[in-house]
């Protein structure tokens, strides 16, 4: 991203060029990849014409006011968007039209993004893979025959196939990080509360978390600069002070703790992408951190507390698409929206609340805890993003269950709202790749860029690119 | 299917087949918490209510033709909704 700042500064190129040039790759590539459901090209190209004007008035000033001008921008199509279609992935909003945009739309096109277009998703962010979208499935750029992960699967194809600088995402479960793994892409989740959830068709709504993808760990930062902070429309969001998140960065990590949880390193972990995690662990200790074997007790019991309270929380939202006021009516929600709802109603209803929903809650708890002793003696925890490498296209389909366990490492920094850093660190031999992921305390989303852009400094997985 | 109809949900017989057993399976699986032991704080010890003030904030209301655009069924403005009662 900051290549294109320092190009469109230089008068290198003009904004209509950039938009130009992606709009050209995603006309070529991806009607195989299938990353979008609705592209904006007209509209962008209006924008364009809009922000060269402003530079071309202004100069460096514009980019003081507008910080993102000029820079394409994706948004998963679970953000609203005035005026431009969003479907959340499902056939129910299939023709809606929002009347107003999302606070973090509003914040990236304040600070001059140009909106290319949306992205696909599993229906409602239910999904590990993609492949619960009701429309198509997209595919993973490196290979095709391979899922890009989910549920922002689009958001993390199109960053991976160079269709857009960046693009926003929803993670709720790993929504974000694991897509992010899968194509080979940063993936950051902030701290719950961090970014405003208004305007985002709602998941699980003290579990969703707003974030987004990039190539670079330094455009992360940028991008969390300009959606950070409270909005007075989400009263979950957070009062503490945001900071330049880019300030840290060249910090490096003398000095600190990582954390490796011995239960992730454990079970069903798949020894390629054990061995690729674990080699990351000692480019950080090479580089001057210091690696501590640390014990998340209740792990075990993360995929089933976080099933229970999404799935009770996805059965209240959900609740309000009856087809009256927008939108088609209840029949045409998909498989897995109609199991996540009737299971989130099943552990909710009478006789069974006390069992499943108290129970989950009480467990979270646990899970939180764990985390907070672990902090009081590591700065950070290191982990793998997904338990195995990215898979084939319908190979998890047929059994709801073993897709919900691709999740069993990514859920348990929603549950206790932490952030969540997903790095490319290494392939597969068939080239594919694998992610790892950083998880640090609640407010500590600087620290957490500041290791990823040092391991980024090191290593330059975040530097290739898939043949299209 | 109970759950469907709490759900409002239409379960046609042939998804209920498979939607029943995969249902049975995976709250088989999620009950294993019930092991879980430890002392846990109570959710509520961390969490604060929020309020705002009860006035009508101008920069986000949406106005009544807005509001009904989704619509496929209006009638002079309003919402038309599916009958409850039955005309006697």
């Known amino acids: 991203m900051r290549e294109i700042l320092d190009g469109l500064k230089k008068k290198s190129f003009s904004v209509a060029e950039v938009v130009d040039s992606y709009k050209g790759r995603i006309e070529t590539f991806d009607q195989e990849i299938k990353a979008f459901l609705t592209t904006t090209f007209e509209r962008a190209h209006e924008e364009a014409e809009i922000a060269d004007k402003r530079i071309a008035d202004y100069g460096d000033e514009a980019f003081k006011q507008f910080p993102l001008l000029g820079l394409p921008v994706a ?209 950080l200790e090479k580089l001057g951190a210091e690696l501590l074997e640390v014990s998340l007790p209740h792990t075990e019991y993360a995929i089933s507390v976080y099933y229970i309270i999404q799935t009770a929380e996805v059965s209240s939202n959900l609740a309000r698409y009856d087809g009256v006021r927008y939108g088609r009516d209840r029949s045409y929600f998909g498989e897995e929206a109609k199991r996540r709802i009737m299971l989130g109603t099943h552990v909710l209803s009478s006789g069974y609340k006390g069992q499943y929903y108290n129970q989950a809650k009480r467990v979270q708890n646990l899970v939180r805890q764990d985390f907070q002793k672990v902090f009081d003696k590591v700065d950070l925890v290191l982990a793998p993003v997904s338990p195995t490498p990215p898979f084939k296209l319908g190979t998890k389909t047929d059994d709801p269950l073993e897709m919900y366990l691709s999740d069993v490492f990514s859920v348990s920094a929603n549950l206790a709202g932490l952030p969540a850093l997903s790095l490319p660190c290494g392939f597969t031999k068939d080239n594919l790749p694998i992610g790892m992921q950083l998880i640090g305390p609640a407010l500590s989303e600087d620290l957490l860029f500041r290791v990823g852009h040092t391991y980024q400094s090191e290593t330059d997985w975040h530097e290739r690119r898939p043949k299209l | 299917m109970y759950v469907a109809r709490l759900s409002s949900l239409p379960v046609s017989s042939k998804e209920q087949a498979f939607l029943q057993d995969q249902l049975g399976r995976i709250v088989e699986y999620v009950g294993k918490i019930s092991e879980a032991r430890g002392e846990a704080k109570k959710a509520e010890d961390r969490l604060t209510n929020v309020a705002r003030k009860d006035e009508i904030e101008g920069t986000r209301v949406l106005s009544q033709e807005e509001a009904i655009s ?19």
């Open chain 1, 75 to 283: 948004h998963k199509d679970i953000y609203l968007t005035e005026g431009v279609r969003t479907t959340a992935g499902s056939k129910v909003l299939e023709n809606y039209i929002p009347q107003y945009s999302a606070t973090v739309v509003e914040r990236l096109k304040s600070a001059g993004a140009i909106l290319i277009g949306k992205t696909n998703l599993d229906a409602w962010a239910h999904g590990s893979s993609g492949e619960n979208s009701d429309f198509f499935p997209t595919r993973n750029p490196w290979n095709k025959e391979f899922v890009p992960g989910g549920s922002s699967s689009g958001s993390a194809a199109a960053v991976a196939a160079g269709f857009v600088p960046f693009a926003t995402g929803t993670d709720t479960g790993g929504s974000i990080r694991l897509p992010a793994a899968f194509c080979g892409v940063v993936g950051f989740k902030p701290t719950y509360g961090r970014v405003s959830r208004y305007g985002v068709v709602a998941m699980a709504s003290s579990l969703d978390s707003m974030g987004h993808l990039t190539r670079a760990v330094e455009d992360a930062a940028l991008v969390l600069n300009i959606t950070a902070g409270k909005d007075e429309f989400d009263a979950t969001s957070l009062d503490d002070p945001i900071s330049d998140y880019s300030k840290s960065l060249g910090e490096g990590v003398k000095g600190l703790k990582i954390g490796l949880p011995k239960e992730y390193f454990s079970g069903g972990l798949s020894k390629k992408v054990e061995e690729k995690v674990k080699e990351a662990a000692a480019v």
């Open chain 2, 70 to 88: 989704g619509a496929e069924k209006t009638h002079n403005g309003f919402f038309v909704v599916p009958a409850i009662f039955e005309e006697v």
